[in-house]
């Protein structure tokens, strides 16, 4: 097992790994930018240094700085968490070439795996279901021609990175090349890649992901389902586990699936296969996250198991103690994403001090972040300042549950989301389950 940890992030992930790494007797080391110095990842780690500014570009996704900190201190792994350099093939392969070991998957997996349209080839060769679509879109106008003949609307997706970003939804023909090229030069912008390519897009659709752990020794175990239905702009706001609507037999199809994607691509780390399922009960591969997800805590819910551990035991040659048939799903989690940020208010972001905080409590509630009461949240990060997650023995209790928590929560000083996922837990469509990725659209027309 490793002795001491470089923790390559910031804000609420990098808090959990360090609980982690305290549970299981591990050093670490965080890193931190001019603007997180008084972050609370930085007090909770055993040794801190700063390696930059406040811009991400200059601080967080500085590789150099970031194996300097790790080769001087002594660390054996470097937690990437999520974001960031988290899915970064050329980062991963410099740990290897300086000895220190990237705790996710091997960076010749990250790449392949990235590349959105040479993943959709690699699975569709395997066997798993993919969306109808063009590969790679090399040639405008014979994209166009494709678009017509699988039918409008279609989407356009970056090849590269992920996080919402360089895609577009096409409606009508005389849309497309705007929208190759926009996407194109926001891709670019980006990931450093403007590589594109083309589905057939799905309407009235849930988002359904499934969490795999991968061991050297060979294993692939699947822990079951996530509901990542609820979206606004393809960001995630509300998971939760199980998905309701996910009939059984579509379930352990879904699981196969996802056991046989890592398989296929000679995986080991966490990873998450994503799919989305239409309203026939039919499921098409999306894509691969080679990394630990936002959502993880919903699965740790269900399923009994530290993945966070697990992801640095697997990483230091452990095997996985379980075997698929040890995986018991019991009740239901739900996750809502707090972020700042003005939900009547065309979600301006929301930066400042923090005046006054309180953090619900009760049986099976955890709050997640990185933010404490005279905390000043900096206007350079994501908006997402905590992730309130509760657990229940059935789905009616635990959105009660949610209900309850979001009520308590205070965060006086900057504006959050928490009432918008309030309002959203009490409509019909999140009750009964039967949301889709394009209910928050509509949702959001009237709540200005």
């Known amino acids: 097992m490793f002795s001491k940890i470089l923790i390559a992030n910031r804000g609420e992930i990098a808090v959990r790994i360090i609980r982690a790494c305290n549970e299981m007797g591990i050093k670490t080391v965080a890193v931190y930018s001019e603007a997180d110095a008084q972050a609370l990842h930085v007090n909770l780690a ?24 790790a080769i001087a201190t002594g660390c054996q792994a470097v937690h990437p968490g999520y974001g960031l350099l988290s899915e970064n093939p050329r980062f991963a392969e410099l740990c290897e070439k300086c000895n220190i070991k990237f705790i996710g998957p091997d960076w010749r997996v990250i790449a392949k795996m990235g590349d959105k349209d040479e993943a959709r080839r690699t699975m569709k060769a395997a066997g798993v279901p993919v969306v109808p679509g063009l590969d790679e879109i090399t040639d405008i106008a014979e994209a166009k021609k494709f678009a017509g003949e699988i039918g409008y609307p279609v989407i356009v997706k970056a090849a590269a990175g992920g996080g919402g970003r360089g895609i577009r939804i096409v409606w009508k023909e ?31 659709v849930k988002h359904v992901e499934m969490q795999i752990v991968a061991d050297n020794q060979g294993n692939v175990v699947c822990l079951g389902e996530r509901d990542c239905s609820m979206q606004r702009k393809n960001q995630k706001l509300i998971e939760e586990s199980p998905c309701v609507t996910l009939k059984p037999e579509v379930r352990k199809e879904m699981m196969r699936c996802a056991v046989l994607a890592a398989k296929t691509v000679n ?6 296969i994503e799919f989305l399922l239409d309203k026939n009960n039919k499921f098409y591969f999306m894509e691969m996250n080679t990394r630990l997800q936002v ?33 018991r799903f019991r009740g239901c989690a739900v996750e809502c994403r707090i972020n700042s940020e003005d939900a009547r208010n065309n979600f301006r972001p929301s930066c400042g001090q923090i005046k006054f905080m309180h953090i619900p409590g009760g049986p099976w509630v955890r709050f997640d972040t990185a933010i404490y009461q005279d905390y000043v949240i900096p206007p350079y990060y994501d908006s997402m300042i905590g992730k309130l997650i509760v657990y229940a023995r059935e789905r009616t209790e ?27 837990l009490a409509q019909p469509e999140f009750k009964d389950g039967t949301y889709c990725t394009n209910f928050l659209e509509k949702f959001l027309k009237n709540y200005q």
């Not at 030069?185 to 057939?200: D, P, R, T």
């Not at 929560?409 to 918008?420: F, K, M, S």
């Open 46 to 69: 055993d040794e801190s240094y700063c390696i930059g500014p406040a811009l991400l570009k200059d601080s967080y996704l500085n590789m150099t700085a970031l194996i300097d900190v």
């Open 174 to 204: 005389e849309d497309f090349e705007n929208a190759v090229l926009t996407a194109s030069a926001e891709a670019q912008s980006a990931f450093g890649n403007g590589k594109c390519y083309l589905e057939k897009y799905l309407t009235d």
């Open 267 to 272: 995986y080991t780390s966490l990873g998450t």
């Open 295 to 327: 959502e993880h805590p919903v699965t740790e819910y269900v399923t009994g198991i530290d993945i966070v551990k697990w992801q640095i035991r697997i990483a230091a040659g452990i095997e996985f103690m379980y075997k698929q048939e040890d995986i």
């Open 398 to 424: 635990a959105i009660r549950k949610m209900q309850a928590s979001l009520c308590e929560l205070v965060i006086d000083g900057v504006n959050t989301n928490a009432e918008l996922s309030g309002d959203i």
